[in-house]
């Protein structure tokens, strides 16, 4: 792989700012805009995951969070602003930061509990959900599970997110990726998908410099060894 290539495997999701209400877009973060508290805004990005492909995992921090938040993310389907509130419970496996000390679970429009955090900290909490190629979603705080869904995913999904507070934000990290696990084409290169789309790079299976020092080298087991 080209250090080029790289940039491209471990690059951010994006934003469609076509599918969306009252959220302001900047880079990867986004922003309530409306004037008000609400949750009469909504956001998807351009890309999905699906269970059947390897899955995938989306990385993020609520930098705004406070003693009252409200911010709320996760996977969902399409479309959720014909769903009926078009709101948290209307992301099929949702997390919202409610405080500094808690986040709800939703999943498929049913609350699921409310979660103790531990040493919460807007600025370097990092919160993750995953979704693995069986379909389990996993949620966690600062690589720490808090909890795994009883409900299996299927089909696709896209990264959707609402916020309730005004001017507040949700910040999607460059660690959000797909699972998809690399092919070998008849040309004998492999084809890595990127992210959680659909775009593929193929890389040969020598070894190949990368930024610094690291190399990496894709072999014909599909193993991947640096």
Request: proline fraction near 3%; hydrophobic fraction near 30%.
């Amino acid at each position: 792989l080209t250090s080029a290539e790289v940039a491209t495997l471990y690059a951010s999701p994006t934003w469609d700012t076509s599918q969306s209400s009252a959220i302001s877009v900047s880079g990867s973060t986004i922003t309530n805009s409306n004037s008000g508290n609400g949750w009469n805004n909504y956001i998807r990005t351009f890309e999905t995951v699906n269970a059947s492909t390897g899955g995938g995992s989306m990385s993020f921090k609520f930098p705004n969070g406070a003693s009252s938040s409200q911010e709320s993310i996760g996977f969902g389907k399409d479309p959720i602003n014909a769903q009926p509130l078009t709101t948290y419970n209307d992301i099929e496996y949702a997390m919202t930061l409610l405080n500094t000390t808690t986040v709800q679970m939703w999943q498929s429009g049913s609350h699921y509990g409310n979660f103790t955090l531990s040493g919460f900290d807007p600025a370097t909490s990092v919160f993750r959900i995953d979704m693995d190629g069986s379909g389990n979603v996993s949620f966690y705080h600062n690589n720490t599970l808090i909890r795994t869904s009883a409900q299996t995913a299927s089909g696709d999904y896209y990264i959707h997110a609402t916020i309730y507070t005004a001017g507040n934000s949700i910040v999607l990290l460059d660690e959000s990726y797909s699972h998809t696990a690399p092919t070998q084409n008849s040309d004998n290169y492999y084809q890595v998908k990127t992210l959680i789309g659909s775009a593929e790079s193929t890389a040969n299976t020598a070894t190949t410099d990368l930024i610094a020092d690291y190399d990496i080298a894709l072999t014909r087991d599909n193993n991947c060894t640096t």
